[in-house]
């Protein structure tokens, strides 16, 4: 390395932290690597398959954590199967006043907000005046009916960006409705 820098790792980290006048000095000790370096492709498809193992994992402890739900409050639906079948972002979980009482960590990531702000509020909170009336009254029925549904809604992240929000709704049932679960994504 001291005498060859194409042989010091990281050399492009290192040639841009100098200056011009230190570059100019040290340039013509910089010769042609003796080995091709390895394409970065390699990496990125690692990393690729890496980032979708530790989504994966994410959703399986998701699902596990509302199963427990499911087991405390004696919901009948198939869980595992709406899982399944439900891309999101984000998850929340309401009562049947649509007070929320569980956010996933994709909440917080998609909207800004903490579990903690969010935990026994509505999710009116993330309207605004761009918030269609026709929507928030479509979902209103929809909810009232006790049936699942998909909707996309305007809705504000905590600086106050907005954002399209696809939302499926599932009522969550023992005897009768008891709970929620909305799986939403955002949409462009």
Same mark, same amino acid.
């Given at each position: 390395?001291?005498?060859?820098?194409?042989?010091?790792?990281?050399?492009?980290?290192?040639?841009?932290?100098?200056?011009?006048?230190?570059?100019?000095?040290?340039?013509?000790?910089?010769?042609?690597?003796?080995?091709?370096?390895?394409?970065?492709?390699?990496?990125?498809?690692?990393?690729?398959?890496?980032?979708?193992?530790?989504?994966?994992?994410?959703?399986?402890?998701?699902?596990?954590?509302?199963?427990?739900?499911?087991?405390?409050?004696?919901?009948?639906?198939?869980?595992?199967?709406?899982?399944?079948?439900?891309?999101?972002?984000?998850?929340?979980?309401?009562?049947?006043?649509?007070?929320?009482?569980?956010?996933?960590?994709? !909440?917080?990531?998609?909207?800004?907000? %903490?579990? +903690?702000? *969010?935990? /026994? @509020?509505?999710? &009116?909170?993330?309207?605004?005046?761009?918030?269609? !009336?026709?929507?928030?009254?479509?979902? %209103?029925? +929809?909810? *009232?009916? /006790? @049936?699942?549904? &998909?909707?996309?809604?305007?809705?504000?992240?905590?600086?106050?960006?907005?954002?399209?929000?696809?939302? +499926?709704?599932?009522?969550?049932?023992?005897?009768?409705?008891?709970?929620?679960?909305?799986?939403?994504?955002?949409?462009?």
């Amino acid at each position: 390395m001291k005498n060859n820098l194409a042989d010091m790792m990281c050399l492009d980290i290192y040639l841009s932290s100098l200056t011009n006048e230190e570059y100019e000095k040290i340039k013509h000790k910089i010769g042609t690597p003796k080995s091709k370096p390895m394409p970065l492709l390699s990496w990125d498809i690692y990393m690729e398959g890496f980032q979708k193992r530790i989504i994966e994992a994410k959703k399986e402890m998701e699902l596990k954590q509302v199963l427990s739900l499911s087991k405390k409050f004696n919901w009948k639906n198939d869980l595992n199967m709406v899982f399944s079948k439900n891309n999101y972002e984000a998850l929340i979980i309401t009562d049947k006043h649509q007070n929320i009482i569980w956010v996933n960590d994709g !909440f917080t990531s998609m909207t800004g907000y %903490s579990r +903690k702000f *969010a935990i /026994n @509020k509505t999710p &009116k909170f993330l309207q605004g005046e761009k918030t269609s !009336f026709e929507t928030k009254s479509r979902i %209103s029925t +929809k909810i *009232a009916n /006790n @049936k699942p549904f &998909k909707e996309i809604i305007v809705n504000y992240k905590k600086d106050r960006t907005i954002y399209n929000c696809e939302v +499926k709704i599932i009522p969550l049932h023992n005897e009768s409705t008891t709970h929620f679960i909305a799986f939403e994504k955002e949409v462009v």
